[in-house]
């Protein structure tokens, strides 16, 4: 089954690392994708520019409106992807566990729409 | 027992078996469920006139396998052409699947306690796929309307193969905590037919029973699990007194007041057979330390002559094992009735101050009605009346349940007099 696991944290603990910080995270990040390659597991992956950066649009009557931001302003913000191939729920849950996020944000474990996915 | 009767019983025995095969087989819990479900009807006729079967376990399964099979021909449209009535069931068909009947329950209660299921939706998905409840005994139970419990089912059964939640039984690694998140449903089902004084007699009845016999199941699955022996052990102790913990009028009785002459001797001397295979698995843990407990209340003549002394070193292991307001309160109860002297009432009493005056637990004591009521028997037995009348009713602000209430007031108004 193909999970896509999104990856929730406060944009701000990032962005106050120190330099020693950030390039330890960097390295804990190469290494935990090296490993969900290595696996066989990892589909794609891909970290997102800040909210900052984010534009949200809706259509209704038929006029597009265009925001600024986000859709809800929240405590941790999607930070980033994985879609990875797993066996079932356990095998996801456990490559979840090894996301660097993990630490200090959450990680919501979403299979993809599947043909005959039951109702509700 | 009616032959209808006599039926049920067998349905609800055989229900969780024969759905973890087809469930092992097909793959698909609702077309598991469903093919019961018609097997079931099926039996229901049959058995009847013609008797029930040798295995009803194994007669139930080949009809449901044979259903399930009919279904999954229907929805391939090519095939509707076939659907046609099977011949019966022979004999020797049922015999021979008897021995392929594999016993897949331990995969299907591992699943259903999957952690990424709500606590909720476990407890009923394990009722209602193991125990064989009905949805509408289910939202009885838990005071639910109907539709919502058949809801809450339904989600779970779609979560399940939408999110990929495996069936079987977790390696290794995983199983501690799997283990011990299937252990604490079983005693919420337990204690929600055992603890709360809603819902109707009858139910709660049931709710004991099947938190009873799944809690065997699995200890005869899972035989060198201490840890599930101790459960099975503490639930039949705790059983052993449902008859006299609650007076005509539903009031609870304390232990100290309840007639023990009417608790069920058997099922005190199972659970401590339980109990004494669990221990000599060598692995303590919680459930075994508090169905010792259970079990030296149940031993004792009376309250007085309980052994104090020995349920107070338990209550010690559990504080370490799992500490909290609760086990403190116990135990330093334990420790001021081990004595029987002033002295003793006097210990007890200030390991209860002392908590008072621990930053966690002070926070805690001072919504917690048995804390007071606990301080104010000991200041009781201390003949200190002025400051027992005092704790009384700090503990009757507190305490919401009538028939404690009673006792408090009752209790409050012998030191006034005094």
Same mark, same amino acid.
């Given at each position: 089954?193909?999970?896509?696991?999104?990856?929730?944290?406060?944009?701000?603990?990032?962005?106050?690392?120190?330099?020693?910080?950030?390039?330890?995270?960097?390295?804990?990040?190469?290494?935990?994708?090296?490993?969900?390659?290595?696996?066989?597991?990892?589909?794609?992956?891909?970290?997102?520019?800040?909210?900052?950066?984010?534009?949200?649009?809706?259509?209704?009557?038929?006029?597009?409106?265009?925001?600024?931001?986000?859709?809800?302003?929240?405590?941790?913000?999607?930070?980033?992807?994985?879609?990875?191939?797993?066996?079932?729920?356990?095998?996801?849950?456990?490559?979840?566990?090894?996301?660097?996020?993990?630490?200090?944000?959450?990680?919501?474990?979403?299979?993809?729409?599947?043909?005959?996915?039951?109702?509700? | 027992?009616?032959?209808?009767?006599?039926?049920?019983?067998?349905? %609800?025995?055989?229900?969780?078996?024969?759905?973890?095969?087809?469930?092992?087989?097909?793959?698909?819990?609702?077309?598991?469920?469903?093919?019961?479900?018609?097997?079931?009807?099926?039996?229901?006729?049959?058995?009847?006139?013609?008797?029930?079967?040798?295995?009803?376990?194994?007669?139930?399964?080949?009809?449901?396998?044979?259903?399930?099979?009919?279904?999954?021909?229907?929805?391939?449209?090519?095939? %509707?052409?076939?659907?046609?009535?099977?011949?019966? $069931?022979?004999?020797?068909?049922?015999?021979?699947?008897?021995?392929?009947?594999?016993?897949?329950?331990?995969?299907?209660?591992?699943?259903?306690?999957?952690?990424?299921?709500?606590?909720?939706?476990?407890?009923?998905?394990?009722?209602?796929?193991?125990?064989?409840?009905?949805?509408?005994?289910?939202?009885?139970?838990?005071?639910?309307?109907?539709?919502?419990?058949?809801?809450?089912?339904?989600?779970?059964?779609?979560?399940?193969?939408?999110?990929?939640?495996?069936?079987? $039984?977790?390696?290794?690694?995983?199983?501690?905590?799997?283990?011990?998140?299937?252990?604490?449903?079983?005693?919420?089902?337990?204690?929600?037919?055992?603890?709360?004084?809603?819902?109707?007699?009858?139910?709660?009845?049931?709710?004991?029973?099947?938190?009873?016999?799944?809690?065997?199941?699995?200890?005869?699955?899972?035989?060198?699990?201490?840890?599930?022996?101790?459960?099975?052990?503490?639930?039949?102790?705790?059983?052993?007194?449902?008859?006299?913990?609650?007076?005509?009028?539903?009031?609870?009785?304390?232990?100290?007041?309840?007639?023990?002459?009417?608790?069920?001797?058997?099922?005190?001397?199972?659970?401590?057979?339980?109990?004494?295979?669990?221990?000599?698995?060598?692995?303590?843990?919680?459930?075994?330390?508090?169905?010792?407990?259970?079990?030296?209340?149940?031993?004792?003549?009376?309250?007085?002559?309980?052994?104090?002394?020995?349920?107070?070193?338990?209550?010690?292991?559990?504080?370490?094992?799992?500490?909290?307001?609760?086990?403190?309160?116990? %135990?330093?109860?334990?420790?001021?009735?081990?004595?029987?002297?002033?002295?003793?009432?006097?210990?007890?009493?200030?390991?209860?101050?002392?908590?008072?005056?621990?930053?966690?637990?002070?926070?805690?004591?001072?919504?917690?009605?048995?804390?007071?009521?606990?301080?104010?028997?000991?200041?009781? %037995?201390?003949?200190?009346?002025?400051?027992?009348?005092?704790?009384?009713?700090?503990?009757?602000?507190?305490?919401?349940?009538?028939?404690?209430?009673?006792?408090?007031?009752?209790?409050?108004?012998?030191?006034?007099?005094?």
């Amino acid at each position: 089954m193909k999970y896509l696991l999104l990856m929730y944290a406060d944009e701000a603990i990032i962005s106050n690392y120190s330099k020693e910080e950030f390039l330890a995270a960097s390295k804990t990040w190469s290494d935990f994708v090296q490993d969900v390659t290595d696996a066989g597991v990892l589909i794609s992956n891909s970290g997102l520019a800040p909210v900052a950066n984010a534009t949200t649009i809706r259509i209704r009557d038929g006029k597009t409106l265009i925001t600024d931001g986000p859709f809800a302003e929240t405590h941790e913000q999607l930070g980033g992807y994985i879609l990875v191939e797993c066996k079932d729920l356990d095998e996801a849950i456990r490559w979840a566990e090894k996301v660097p996020t993990a630490q200090y944000g959450s990680l919501e474990i979403r299979p993809l729409w599947f043909q005959g996915l039951s109702n509700w | 027992m009616t032959a209808a009767q006599q039926i049920e019983k067998i349905f %609800r025995a055989e229900h969780g078996r024969v759905l973890a095969a087809l469930i092992s087989r097909f793959g698909d819990f609702d077309l598991a469920e469903d093919a019961l479900q018609d097997a079931l009807v099926n039996a229901l006729e049959s058995w009847e006139t013609s008797g029930i079967p040798d295995n009803p376990g194994a007669w139930l399964t080949t009809v449901a396998r044979r259903r399930a099979l009919d279904r999954l021909r229907r929805t391939t449209s090519l095939e %509707r052409s076939l659907d046609k009535l099977d011949p019966p $069931v022979s004999q020797e068909e049922y015999e021979m699947d008897d021995a392929q009947f594999p016993d897949d329950r331990l995969k299907l209660m591992f699943t259903c306690c999957h952690p990424s299921l709500a606590l909720e939706a476990q407890v009923a998905l394990t009722l209602h796929t193991l125990g064989g409840l009905r949805t509408p005994e289910i939202a009885r139970a838990f005071l639910v309307p109907e539709p919502t419990m058949a809801q809450r089912l339904a989600r779970a059964r779609a979560k399940i193969r939408n999110a990929g939640i495996p069936y079987r $039984v977790p390696p290794i690694d995983l199983l501690p905590e799997r283990l011990d998140a299937l252990l604490a449903v079983i005693y919420l089902i337990f204690n929600e037919g055992y603890a709360s004084t809603s819902g109707d007699e009858p139910i709660r009845k049931e709710l004991c029973e099947e938190a009873i016999r799944l809690g065997g199941v699995l200890a005869a699955l899972m035989p060198e699990s201490a840890e599930t022996r101790g459960l099975l052990a503490l639930m039949l102790l705790h059983d052993s007194r449902r008859k006299t913990r609650l007076d005509e009028d539903g009031q609870l009785v304390l232990l100290s007041e309840q007639d023990r002459s009417r608790w069920d001797r058997a099922k005190i001397k199972a659970g401590i057979e339980v109990l004494d295979e669990a221990l000599a698995l060598n692995a303590p843990g919680p459930y075994q330390v508090q169905a010792a407990i259970s079990a030296l209340h149940a031993e004792a003549p009376s309250a007085e002559a309980t052994d104090w002394r020995q349920i107070a070193a338990l209550y010690d292991t559990l504080a370490k094992m799992m500490p909290s307001l609760v086990v403190e309160v116990n %135990r330093a109860v334990a420790v001021a009735m081990a004595g029987g002297t002033p002295e003793g009432l006097r210990a007890g009493l200030q390991m209860l101050l002392r908590l008072q005056d621990q930053p966690d637990s002070a926070r805690q004591v001072t919504g917690y009605y048995p804390y007071y009521a606990a301080c104010a028997d000991l200041l009781r %037995r201390l003949e200190q009346h002025e400051a027992a009348a005092q704790a009384y009713q700090r503990a009757l602000s507190l305490c919401g349940n009538k028939a404690e209430r009673a006792y408090l007031q009752r209790r409050l108004v012998e030191m006034l007099a005094s």
